[in-house]
């Protein structure tokens, strides 16, 4: 479903992605971990090309990335994208934030774009915040709705940029709680994320990247139990230690 | 107060040069509105050439004084024998003066809406287009209310520069009354409150609709 082929990736001169290999198969949940600026987000804004890649070859959903002929605005619509800050509109309500794309690029009509975006709110948790715009709702339910907004697309895949990373803990656990749901439905997930607790339970795969390159990659239980890489003990042992 | 009954004589100049001066910047803010968009969307361009031309554009129209450029139209034009009546060649410049400042703002306006809202509306599989009409530019509107207003305040003070060319506006008017009546004082003054029954509610105008943009924000 997603294809990585020795993908290289470069900021002028920087390399920030290096040699990645990667296949994610439809239904799996991956899960990207690793420190600030190895890599992981550039990697996932690859999948939908908010970055294209410099080297290499990307195919996600039989299309190839590389290809400078490729649909990419039909390729987008079958991928939802959650960001670190939601990214809501914020001149629109949660409901209008959700029915939009429908609308405009599935040309879906107002009444029954409406009522759809209605049931994903509903499946977040937030029924009555319909008419709420984004600046009255907490960052959690504004992380929600931007889940909500993605899955209205009816998309193949979801993308998870840090999608917890800038809520205020008590709220995190309320966005996960979401995304796990997403996962037991049998959504094709690719997170990055900094939740551990998430990945050892929701991952069937957690990916490990540092400096631009995939370091270690194994089913969670294997990686929490029995990191391969010294890079990956010294990860997990700061960050798991509080 | 008799100078002020002296001027009720002329009572037809000042309506003539009132509406000059009306048409006038209503006329220069459709057009400036217009060249501005379209300037804005050059200097934003990924296309070079594009961007060139709009990044030219702002630097010498907004950096030459616009009474140059208003001579240019009434005066330099004819010379090569393109005749342009004088209400046209003033209008035309400041069209073209201030469609420089609007551009600036447009494009400041623009650049202000966060980068995430783009890629939000991107990911979602809307077009460039549909992303900049749903999403960038109802929100770079509210910014740009504020600076748009000064903008058309600026325009309608402008448009004095008609008199210079002998434009037939409120200005125009007001030196054809006193160099009659010698009364110097009370003429500028009343012309003066003439601008501001047009600036006040535009001012006012602009305020509100900034207030009632706001409030979702």
């Known amino acids: 479903m997603i294809q990585f082929e020795q993908v290289n990736k470069f900021f002028g001169e920087f390399q920030v992605l290096k040699n990645i290999n990667l296949t994610i198969r439809s239904g799996e949940v991956v899960v990207i971990i690793g420190p600030s600026g190895s890599g992981k987000s550039t990697l996932l804004r690859c999948i939908n090309r908010l970055e294209a890649v410099s080297e290499g070859k990307l195919s996600v959903n039989d299309t190839d990335l590389t290809d400078p002929r490729a649909n990419i605005n039909r390729l987008r619509q079958d991928i939802g994208m959650v960001f670190q800050h939601f990214n809501l509109y914020p001149h629109k309500t949660a409901l209008e934030n959700i029915s939009l794309a429908p609308r405009q690029v599935r040309n879906i009509p107002l009444a029954e774009a409406t009522e759809q975006a209605q049931q994903y709110l509903t499946k977040v948790g937030i029924p009555e915040k319909a008419s709420a715009y984004p600046a009255q709702l907490s960052g959690g339910q504004q992380q929600r709705v931007a889940i909500a907004r993605g899955l209205a697309m009816k998309p193949k895949i979801m993308l998870f940029d840090e999608p917890t990373s800038a809520l205020d803990p008590e709220m995190i656990g309320e966005v996960l709680d979401v995304m796990r749901d997403l996962a037991q439905e049998g959504m094709t997930m690719v997170v990055v994320t900094h939740e551990m607790g998430f990945a050892r339970e929701v991952a069937d795969r957690v990916i490990f990247m540092d400096e631009g390159m995939i370091l270690e990659e194994n089913s969670p239980a294997e990686f929490f139990q029995n990191p391969k890489e010294e890079r990956t003990r010294r990860f997990l042992s700061r960050v798991l230690k509080h | ?217």
């Open chain 2, 1 to 217: 107060m008799g100078s002020f009954s002296l001027l009720a004589a002329y009572k037809q100049e000042f309506i003539d040069g009132f509406l000059t001066t009306l048409s006038a910047s209503l006329l220069a803010l459709v057009l400036s509105l217009a060249i501005g968009t379209i300037i804005a969307c050059c200097r934003l361009s990924q296309v070079k050439p594009l961007e060139w031309i709009g990044t030219v554009y702002v630097e010498f129209f907004r950096n030459t004084p616009l009474v140059i450029q208003v001579f240019f139209f009434a005066m330099g034009l004819p010379s090569l024998g393109w005749n342009i009546s004088e209400f046209s060649a003033g209008a035309i410049g400041l069209s073209i003066y201030t469609g420089a400042f609007i551009a600036e703002a447009f494009r400041a306006g623009i650049q202000s809406v966060s980068k995430g809202q783009m890629e939000a509306s991107r990911s979602s599989g809307m077009t460039y287009f549909q992303s900049m009409r749903y999403i960038i530019l109802p929100q770079a509107f509210k910014i740009v209310i504020p600076p748009l207003g000064n903008q058309c305040v600026n325009l309608v003070k402008n448009s004095s520069v008609l008199a210079i060319i002998a434009g037939g506006d409120l200005l125009y008017a007001a030196d054809a009354v006193s160099s009659q009546t010698f009364e110097i004082n009370m003429t500028y003054i009343f012309v003066a409150l003439l601008y501001l029954v047009i600036t006040l509610p535009l001012s006012f105008g602009v305020n509100l609709l900034e207030r009632r943009l706001a409030r979702h924000s």
